[in-house]
């Protein structure tokens, strides 16, 4: 029987989906889905984002069912896993989207296609986003991104003719059978296509009225956010499918109802960074782990400190808001884009840690990891960019724009209740005698900030300015620009071009 395996990986769905549709299209088809162990213990995978993913799995196969298709989930590295079926029934083709993932995705990919090679499979990749596939520079970029947006969605046979497939899914393993020993986020968002929906369909009709304004503040964020984030990050929805259902959404909205569509409008651009930050790293993988300007390099990597980094994981740099953000990532694996870029703004400047590890870290806490936005973002916040305004967000004055009541500090940070209003922003300078009033001893119930904020960011941002200014920096602009940088405004440029003015402006004190 001449049938075609479709490997799903970050695409767990079956709406728009280009190698499923064309393998149905052309006789029976295996659907299959790999835990690859190898996958899982790559020091950016969690508990968090497998629990996500498994409960992505079991909605999968019930679409499947209803369609007369299954799952089949095999444990094993993709290439040893197909080798296998082959040699129990050869297939003529493998069909998948194409992924921008780590460097163990990309590398892993390359074995597949080498595999296929040699043994004479058809190796077929579609892309699912506007991610466009060995593309050298920027230039009309954007122009071919709106065209695959604008596309219809590719259109599924009613019914699939299925081979192969487990019975059921208690094959799927375990987080802790996979080595995964960080612990599940207790109140994480749930995986799977029937949610996502019901999310999508719940912010464009109510909560998108609240983005405009909503979405900076982690009190209101948390339901101003579209909160689709994971449901794109593993494929559960589509982005063109988001993308077209906002724009029908804008349709049929009367023309006096302005909130929602300043919200739907704000949300369509974050769509679209989407494709514009994945496709950095899609065009160099080398970003994940190294400086995007190598006159960055030396940067930070003689300055680690084990001491200060750990200050930060446990939530105790002493910065309340800081403090609070990591114990809600804990808890619910997901932050608001702000808070997300003030902790790794945080990290990169008072505590002057490299951006890996404590990417890395970030990583494992998000449910919602993607590692094209992350990475990209990752430098984008630490100023290693070349192109992008340093924006330092100090955590003293975030808390007094974004928490000015302390309802979110007090909500994260149980000690935080009994400090009074006076002291929420810095309690570390509470004189001893309220400390005993309130019964919060600092150093203790609420740690000393690890640094001295003012001293220390006042030291970063000479390292920066130092750095910058050197001509051999200033020289290497240009090039990222040409790699990389948006050409739809003034977003990304080098950073020597703007005025004393505008740099002060921007940067966020
Ligand atoms: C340091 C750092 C790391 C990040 N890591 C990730 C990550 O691993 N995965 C991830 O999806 N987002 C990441 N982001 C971007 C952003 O914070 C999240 O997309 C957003 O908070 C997710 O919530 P939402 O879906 O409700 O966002 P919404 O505001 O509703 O946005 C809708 C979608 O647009 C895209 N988007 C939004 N903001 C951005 C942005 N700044 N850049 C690129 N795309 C964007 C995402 O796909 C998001 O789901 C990161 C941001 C920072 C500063």
């Given at each position: 029987m001449r049938y075609r395996v479709v490997w799903f990986k970050r695409d767990l769905r079956l709406h728009d989906h280009a190698p499923l549709a064309a393998a149905a299209q052309d006789g029976p088809v295996l659907c299959l889905y790999v835990v690859e162990p190898g996958l899982w213990?790559?020091?950016?995978?969690?508990?968090?984002?497998?629990?996500?993913v498994r409960e992505s799995l079991q909605d999968l196969d019930r679409e499947l069912r209803a369609r007369g298709g299954r799952l089949m989930v095999c444990v094993g590295e993709v290439v040893e896993v197909l080798a296998r079926l082959h040699a129990r029934a050869a297939f003529v083709a493998v069909h998948a989207h194409e992924e921008?993932?780590?460097?163990?995705t990309?590398?892993r990919d390359r074995a597949v296609a080498a595999w296929c090679r040699a043994h004479g499979v058809a190796w077929r990749e579609w892309p699912q986003?506007?991610?466009?596939?060995?593309?050298?520079?920027?230039?009309?970029?954007?122009?071919?991104?709106?065209?695959?947006?604008?596309?219809?969605p590719v259109p599924l046979p009613p019914r699939i003719h299925a081979v192969g497939g487990s019975d059921d899914l208690a094959v799927l393993p375990?987080?802790?059978d996979?080595?995964?020993?960080?612990?599940?986020?207790?109140?994480?968002?749930?995986g799977g296509r029937r949610?996502?929906?019901?999310?999508?369909?719940?912010?464009?009709?109510?909560?998108?009225?609240?983005?405009?304004?909503?979405?900076?503040?982690?009190?209101?964020?948390?339901?101003?956010?579209?909160?689709?984030?994971?449901?794109?990050?593993q494929g559960c929805?589509g982005?063109?499918?988001?993308?077209?259902?906002?724009?029908?959404?804008?349709?049929?909205?009367?023309?006096?109802?302005?909130?929602?569509?300043?919200?739907?409008?704000?949300?369509?651009?974050?769509?679209?960074?989407?494709?514009?930050?994945?496709?950095?790293?899609?065009?160099?993988?080398?970003?994940?782990?190294?400086?995007?300007?190598?006159?960055?390099?030396?940067?930070?990597?003689?300055?680690?400190?084990?001491?200060?980094?750990?200050?930060?994981?446990?939530?105790?740099?002493?910065?309340?808001?800081?403090?609070?953000?990591?114990?809600?990532?804990?808890?619910?694996?997901?932050?608001?884009?702000?808070?997300?870029?003030?902790?790794?703004?945080?990290?990169?400047?008072?505590?002057?840690?490299?951006?890996?590890?404590?990417?890395?870290?970030?990583?494992?806490?998000?449910?919602?990891?993607?590692?094209?936005?992350?990475?990209?973002?990752?430098?984008?916040?630490?100023?290693?960019?070349?192109?992008?305004?340093?924006?330092?967000?100090?955590?003293?004055?975030?808390?007094?724009?974004?928490?000015?009541?302390?309802?979110?500090?007090?909500?994260?940070?149980?000690?935080?209740?009994?400090?009074?209003?006076?002291?929420?922003?810095?309690?570390?300078?509470?004189?001893?005698?309220?400390?005993?009033?309130?019964?919060?001893?600092?150093?203790?119930?609420?740690?000393?900030?690890?640094?001295?904020?003012?001293?220390?960011?006042?030291?970063?941002?000479?390292?920066?300015?130092?750095?910058?200014?050197?001509?051999?920096?200033?020289?290497?602009?240009?090039?990222?620009?040409?790699?990389?940088?948006?050409?739809?405004?003034?977003?990304?440029?080098?950073?020597?071009?703007?005025?004393?003015?505008?740099?002060?402006?921007?940067?966020?004190?």
């Amino acid at each position: 029987m001449r049938y075609r395996v479709v490997w799903f990986k970050r695409d767990l769905r079956l709406h728009d989906h280009a190698p499923l549709a064309a393998a149905a299209q052309d006789g029976p088809v295996l659907c299959l889905y790999v835990v690859e162990p190898g996958l899982w213990v790559q020091p950016d995978a969690s508990a968090r984002q497998w629990g996500f993913v498994r409960e992505s799995l079991q909605d999968l196969d019930r679409e499947l069912r209803a369609r007369g298709g299954r799952l089949m989930v095999c444990v094993g590295e993709v290439v040893e896993v197909l080798a296998r079926l082959h040699a129990r029934a050869a297939f003529v083709a493998v069909h998948a989207h194409e992924e921008t993932g780590n460097g163990w995705t990309y590398a892993r990919d390359r074995a597949v296609a080498a595999w296929c090679r040699a043994h004479g499979v058809a190796w077929r990749e579609w892309p699912q986003f506007g991610v466009v596939r060995g593309l050298r520079e920027r230039d009309g970029w954007q122009r071919r991104r709106d065209a695959f947006m604008a596309e219809p969605p590719v259109p599924l046979p009613p019914r699939i003719h299925a081979v192969g497939g487990s019975d059921d899914l208690a094959v799927l393993p375990a987080a802790c059978d996979l080595g995964l020993s960080d612990g599940d986020a207790p109140r994480r968002q749930r995986g799977g296509r029937r949610e996502g929906l019901l999310v999508l369909g719940d912010f464009l009709r109510q909560r998108s009225r609240h983005y405009r304004g909503g979405i900076s503040s982690p009190l209101t964020a948390t339901s101003a956010c579209s909160r689709l984030s994971p449901y794109l990050a593993q494929g559960c929805l589509g982005l063109r499918e988001v993308e077209q259902a906002t724009q029908a959404q804008l349709a049929i909205l009367p023309p006096d109802v302005t909130s929602q569509r300043l919200g739907l409008q704000g949300f369509q651009s974050r769509l679209a960074w989407h494709c514009h930050f994945i496709q950095k790293l899609e065009s160099e993988p080398e970003l994940e782990w190294r400086n995007l300007h190598r006159g960055y390099d030396g940067l930070r990597e003689d300055g680690w400190s084990a001491e200060r980094f750990e200050a930060l994981v446990q939530g105790r740099t002493g910065w309340p808001l800081v403090d609070a953000c990591v114990a809600m990532l804990r808890e619910t694996g997901w932050l608001n884009f702000r808070m997300r870029a003030m902790l790794v703004s945080v990290a990169a400047y008072p505590l002057w840690l490299h951006w890996r590890e404590v990417g890395l870290w970030l990583a494992r806490q998000f449910v919602d990891y993607e590692p094209g936005i992350h990475w990209s973002q990752l430098q984008m916040q630490s100023g290693t960019t070349g192109i992008n305004t340093t924006r330092v967000y100090n955590p003293v004055k975030q808390a007094r724009d974004q928490d000015p009541q302390g309802h979110f500090v007090r909500r994260w940070l149980p000690a935080m209740r009994r400090v009074p209003d006076a002291w929420l922003f810095e309690p570390w300078r509470m004189p001893e005698e309220t400390q005993a009033r309130c019964g919060v001893r600092v150093g203790d119930d609420i740690p000393r900030p690890v640094v001295d904020l003012d001293v220390a960011l006042r030291e970063a941002k000479a390292r920066m300015h130092a750095l910058r200014a050197r001509p051999e920096v200033q020289a290497g602009e240009a090039d990222v620009v040409r790699r990389h940088a948006s050409r739809a405004g003034r977003r990304e440029q080098p950073a020597r071009r703007r005025s004393a003015a505008e740099r002060a402006q921007q940067e966020l004190f």
